[in-house]
């Protein structure tokens, strides 16, 4: 063997052994690669399965807002109901107040009347008891 050949048996040893630790290498990275991806594929998994929780948890806020709404509803319609029969009595009460205003106004006159008559009785019996008996004698009136 000659210097050329060891020379280019060297050469190609050293390109041999560079090449095959650029393929460990490779290798080396294929496998990180690998194992990025299945961590990504695992995280993927997890992200599918948090957003599967996040849209149920969606769904049972919304049935609870569509819940809280047909009570609101409920609500509104029976503060109307009340509303209704608050103002149907108040009427009521305003009809009673306004036919008490009518009687008491009638006991009034009719008290006047009575109040009225009693004074011209009263008049008449001091008239009475201060006239004389046409017969002689005495007053008319009570001693």
Partial sequence: M?????VVAGVMLWF???FTSALKTMNATMGRLGE???????????????????VDFIAF?????????????DANRDIAGIQHTM????E????????MS??????????????AYMSRMTYDMDRLANTTSPLG?????LP
Wanted: charged share 15%; aromatic share 2%; no cysteine.
């Fill in 92 to 99: 009521r009460l305003r009809s009673l107040l306004e036919a």
């Fill in 2 to 6: 000659t210097l050329l050949t060891l």
């Fill in 16 to 18: 041999m052994t560079g």
């Fill in 87 to 90: 103002s149907e009595d108040i």
């Fill in 36 to 54: 990025d991806m299945h961590m990504a594929a695992t995280t993927m998994a997890t992200m599918q399965q948090d957003t599967a929780r996040i």
């Fill in 61 to 73: 806020v919304q049935q609870g807002i569509v819940s809280l709404d047909r009570n609101l509803a």
């Fill in 102 to 115: 009518h009687d008491m106004g009638a006991m009034n006159v009719t008290t006047q009347r009575m109040n």
């Fill in 137 to 141: 004698g005495g007053y008319l009136g």
